[in-house]
């Protein structure tokens, strides 16, 4: 059974950082494409970034080019979420899910962005 | 980037009735490959995202077959022949052809009428 973990989410001041982070477990880790989904309370899902199963190509939404990396440790089978420069309107659920065309998800870790 | 529009935006049915979502995307959803990424999912309140079709017309795995979507080019059509309580909540379309960025459909309210 594929089980995506994400933790890292909390409260932070405008301007604050976080590490997202996803343990996968179920299926070859390695093998696959792997994406940061979020959703702000009450609104539609908006992919974030995605990274090839190396970790040679990774790819993100405009509004956090510059302010968010996406990483993989395939040793370890999880997937990260380095968050910075963090604005209000970044506040959301950030999901971890398998693959480009987002086969499987997480439950989500909550992100929370106010003074 | 590619838009996709869903409608209608809330749709209210009758247990027991079908029901139908449209989403249409501001481009052809054709890869050079021949396949079509057309993706849905179903969000029931308080889960997360749960995919239901891939490739407009497949079933995932454990996805009653009263869902099947259909469609092609620019026009995709998301089917419940029959709904159930638990059918409750918001339905996307997604597309996984031209990306950078994958895009979402805004969402369809599903409710009991």
């Known amino acids: 059974e594929v089980q995506l973990v994400e933790t890292g989410g909390g409260l932070v001041p405008p301007g604050g950082s976080l590490r997202l982070s996803c343990a996968a477990s179920g299926f070859t880790f390695s093998t696959y494409w792997m994406s940061w989904v979020r959703q702000a309370p009450g609104k539609g899902l908006e992919w974030v970034a995605n990274i090839k199963q190396d970790g040679s190509e990774k790819h993100y939404v405009d509004s956090v080019k510059g302010r968010f990396t996406i990483s993989r440790d395939n040793a370890k089978n999880s997937l990260y979420l380095q968050v910075n420069s963090l604005r209000a309107e970044d506040t959301a659920m950030y999901y971890c899910a398998r693959g480009i065309n987002n086969a499987d998800w997480g439950q989500g870790t909550l992100v929370t962005v106010s003074s | 980037d590619v838009v996709m529009t869903q409608s209608p935006l809330s749709l209210p049915v009758t247990l027991g009735q079908p029901a139908s979502i449209s989403c249409t995307s501001s481009q052809s959803l054709v890869y050079s490959d021949g396949n079509t990424y057309l993706n849905w999912f179903q969000q029931r309140p308080g889960q997360s995202p749960r995919r239901l079709i891939y490739k407009v017309s497949n079933r995932d795995s454990g996805v009653p077959d009263r869902f099947s979507g259909s469609g092609s080019g620019t026009d995709f059509t998301l089917k419940i022949s029959r709904v159930e309580a638990e059918d409750v909540g918001v339905y996307y379309c997604?597309?996984?052809?031209?990306?950078?960025?994958?895009?979402f459909g805004q969402g369809t309210r599903l409710e009991i009428k």
């Open positions: 997604m597309q996984g052809t031209h990306w950078p960025p994958i895009t």
